[in-house]
């Protein structure tokens, strides 16, 4: 009996988390520093879809038809001076973040969050025209905070939704001073200027 119960014990301890919602420790937790309330991010996973076609393919999540990519590695983004992403003048910040309509699915995207650890005003998304009705869809995700933060794509009647923190590192200077222009953006993600680093 108990050499059962060791088996079913190493069974789900070795078993793998990729592509799940879990709660994982930021880079800031790891480095010793304050820990925040749990946030349960979600973790992406190599898609089916090919690079070529779905930029961010390498660390996606979906759900049926429709998928995000370019997730950051342990769930969390993090603003640093000089880094990815955009500093805008009231203090949010954005991320370029792309999204793909497989199998069939077809239809405009719409990008809706809230912050799941406090109140603060609902996130705001970009999304520029130009693109396929089907297909790759670059996007750029304000967040009105740092925190740990909700985000859900919808096209038609598909949706899905990823769970992220967000971090703010001290020194950060504003980089934006309005929505991003829907060519920047295309350009800036399809020239894969997106670094996770």
Avoid at 153 to 171: D, M, N, Y
Avoid at 183 to 193: E, G, H
Wanted: proline share 8%; with cysteine; charged share 20%.
């Amino acid at each position: 009996m108990s050499r059962r119960i060791l088996s079913v014990f190493l069974a789900l301890l070795i078993s793998p988390t990729t592509g799940k919602t879990v709660p994982r420790p930021s880079s800031d937790e790891k480095a010793g520093k304050a820990t925040p309330v749990s946030c349960p991010v979600t973790i992406g996973r190599k898609s089916d879809i090919s690079p070529a076609e779905f930029f961010g393919s390498g660390s996606a999540y979906w759900n049926d038809s429709l998928y995000v990519g370019g997730l950051w590695p342990d769930g969390t983004i993090v603003f640093k001076p000089g880094g990815a992403g955009f500093v805008y003048p009231d203090g949010s910040v954005g991320m370029k973040i792309a999204w793909y309509r497989a199998n069939g699915l077809h239809g405009r995207l719409v990008i809706k969050g809230k912050r799941l650890d406090a109140v603060a005003p609902p996130l705001r998304a970009e999304i520029p025209d130009g693109y396929s009705d089907t297909g790759f869809q670059p996007s750029g995700v304000i967040f009105p905070t740092e925190g740990c933060w909700q985000v859900t794509g919808t096209v038609g009647s598909v949706s899905v939704t990823f769970v992220t923190r967000v971090v703010k590192l001290p020194g950060l200077k504003v980089n934006a001073t309005h929505a991003r222009s829907a060519d920047s953006l295309r350009s800036a993600v399809t020239q894969n200027k997106v670094s996770h680093n």
